[in-house]
């Protein structure tokens, strides 16, 4: 069985509407079809915080290859020309002995990155030691907004500076709480590891691919809890805005399946698998 979704938070409350008017079919099947509509609606939730939460690194992991590229021997910048931020972001570089601050200020009217609309601030802070295989980062936020999503939380990542395949990789431990404008909540708990494993070195940040596995934990304000684990690697080419390639598995009480993001192209089609067979289209926003 083949079904589309793509469900805002308006569009999700007139499917629950039209679902309680039309009740044609037996109370089971009623139940079981709601009760699916509320767990594919928290899947697309879900698929949001994936969009944030990839840009962000993006941005987080852009910020501290340029900062380090721009040190030279003495351990003073250069400048921040070499970050490929819009000029309506500030960067601002705290240095003492062998420790950074980088403060990536998106402002508080709204700044556009890559196609999205950000708000407030991202630090990283770290000691810095060019000849570590690896540096322990942290990040954390700043009244910031994505879109119309209200972040708050921190991050540790583990900056490994090549892996067992030579690639630099990243590994995140993620700790945050998304809120959606209708009050509509969510946090994230779990490990993300992202290889780079195209374009880095080529100063150019167009060409960057990685490739993102882990798992996570999503928990959700109405009580319901997701597991995530990453099945075949997440596809992420920073000039998409969403993953190209890879799934997910998805488990709830009562409920479980696969999210695909597709063959590897550049759009906003992904399909959800339920375990009885159902599979919808979605549509990612």
């Not at 540790?156 to 998304?178: A, E, H, M, W, Y």
């Not at 880095?200 to 060409?207: F, R």
């Not at 000039?239 to 906003?268: H, L, M, P």
Request: hydrophobic share 35%; proline share 2%.
């Amino acid at each position: 069985m083949m079904r589309k979704l793509n469900l805002t938070k308006q569009v999700f409350m007139g499917i629950m509407a039209f679902s309680v008017l039309t009740f044609s079919c037996s109370e089971n099947e009623a139940v079981d079809n709601l009760e699916q509509e509320v767990d594919a609606s928290e899947i697309v939730m879900s698929a949001e915080i994936d969009v944030a939460s990839e840009t962000m690194d993006d941005i987080a992991i852009d910020a501290y290859e340029a900062q380090e590229a721009s040190e030279n021997v003495s351990g003073r910048t250069t400048g921040s020309e070499s970050y490929t931020l819009p000029g309506c972001v500030t960067v601002t570089v705290v240095a003492e002995l062998n420790s950074r601050e980088i403060t990536v200020d998106f402002g508080t009217e709204g700044c556009e990155v890559r196609g999205n609309i950000l708000k407030g601030k991202i630090i990283l802070s770290y000691e810095r030691n060019p000849d570590a295989q690896q540096i322990s980062i942290s990040k954390s936020l700043e009244d910031f907004y994505f879109n119309d999503l209200n972040i708050l939380g921190s991050k540790t990542i583990l900056r490994q500076r090549s892996n067992d395949s030579g690639n630099p990789q990243f590994t995140k431990t993620v700790d945050i709480t998304v809120i959606w404008p209708d009050g509509s909540e969510a946090s994230r708990n779990g490990i993300k590891v992202r290889e780079w494993i195209e374009g880095h070195g080529s100063g150019v940040w167009s060409d960057n691919v990685f490739e993102v596995t882990g798992n996570w934990t999503s928990n959700f304000k109405n009580g319901n809890v997701h597991t995530y684990e990453v099945v075949i690697p997440l596809r992420r080419e920073v000039v998409c805005k969403f993953f190209v390639q890879g799934s997910i598995d998805v488990e709830r009480t009562n409920f479980a399946g696969v999210f695909d993001y597709g063959d590897g192209n550049c759009d906003n089609q992904a399909t959800f698998t339920f375990d009885d067979g159902t599979v919808r289209d979605v549509i990612l926003n």
